[in-house]
């Protein structure tokens, strides 16, 4: 591996750290555990899990890759705040669209030469990106792995009862 | 700016982000303020603030930069649980600290070649590194940014009273 390729792994394996660990906390969790709130009157554990889900999901047009796999996320997990939809996937449900998600961005991450993750992302325009090249692919995918950091660490705070 | 440039600028504006806006968040609150629980029974907002701190001091031998810069934080927020030492820094002795730690911390990792960034931390062997060269530097730096993000997701949860 060449310096390139290197710093590129040591993102990726940053990235895959926390996705791991985001997974193996909330797989483990039942449907009434997941109904538990971080904090008194703060979101639920599916709500979080489903937030990451939608961010994650939007990276692929973000990053140019494809449209989103699960769009209904957004108006659950994203646009509005928790208890606000009429509903929400269940945790059964989540573990799927969670895995499929990330699977499916891990494969795309993987291909990228270092070229690929300079690019930019599809929401700053060419004249932007000429002014400011830092906003590429890569430093998206830092940015939402520190959003997966974010929120894990708030999860953890609901110790789910039995 | 290369390619190995351009992926250590999107680490270095990732971990500045991150460093940002916990200086931002915990700087703006009162002694009192600090006092606050996260959530019930959880830690206070002033344990969380020296606990980055002394992660980020424990970066200086980590990164093979020199000798911790403040060793008495160690006690107060990282070996012991909150709570658990006989007393800990004020806020305003804090503002202080975590500025000069990543003051310095900052000027070390500007003046870093790729070659730099990708040689091995102090607490890998020679001969583990060959098998594991990604035990490097900047391994190292992406995932103490995702502690800053683990912890201050944590910290924002206190909304503190005036």
């Given at each position: 591996m060449n310096a390139q390729q290197q710093l590129i792994d040591s993102g990726l394996r940053a990235w895959q750290f926390n996705a791991d660990r985001v997974e193996s906390f909330f797989v483990a969790l039942s449907e009434e555990q997941l109904q538990?709130?971080?904090?008194?009157?703060r979101n639920r554990l599916i709500y979080l899990w489903g937030h990451l889900a939608a961010v994650n999901d939007a990276l692929f047009p973000l990053l140019g890759?494809?449209?989103?796999?699960?769009?209904?996320?957004d108006a659950m997990f994203l646009a509005n705040p928790d208890r606000h939809a009429s509903s929400v996937l269940s945790g059964a449900e989540l573990k799927s669209v969670w895995g499929r998600i990330n699977q499916t961005l891990w494969t795309a991450f993987n291909k990228w030469s270092a070229a690929d993750w300079l690019a930019k992302h599809t929401a700053v325009s060419d004249e932007d990106f000429v002014k400011?090249?830092?906003?590429n692919r890569y430093s998206v995918m830092l940015a939402r792995n520190t959003h997966m950091a974010f929120h894990y660490g708030q999860a953890i705070l609901a110790k789910p009862r039995a």
């Open positions: 538990q709130e971080i904090a008194p009157g890759i494809g449209p989103k796999l699960y769009p209904e996320l400011e090249p830092h906003r």
